[in-house]
């Protein structure tokens, strides 16, 4: 069995995940944001993982795209990823 790679999310209240994302390097190059949020919603209690379209995730000061691969993001095993979400409206005055 391979090493298994993990990426530590930081909440909406400031606590710490630790997602099991795949076990190899093959895997971790592939894995893609929306995936990433899918094993998230998964450890969300209640209906919080419902709506995963509210939540945006942020690496370093890049915002993740769905579609991207975190290893565009250079995102590796023990990276952590912060999980803000998205308010509607918001006008700048």
Known sequence: ???????????????KMTIDLCNTEEQMQ???VL????????????RAGD?????????????LVDESTLASYGVQ???TIQMVMRV???VLL
């Open 1 to 15: 069995m391979g090493k298994l790679f993990q990426v530590i999310v930081n909440g909406f209240n400031g606590e």
């Open 30 to 32: 592939s894995m893609t």
């Open 35 to 46: 995936q990433l949020k899918k094993k998230i919603a998964e450890r969300l209690p209640g």
């Open 77 to 79: 095993h023990k990276s």
């Open 51 to 63: 709506d995963m379209n509210t939540v945006r995730l942020i690496f370093t000061t890049k915002e």
């Open 88 to 90: 509607p409206g918001g």
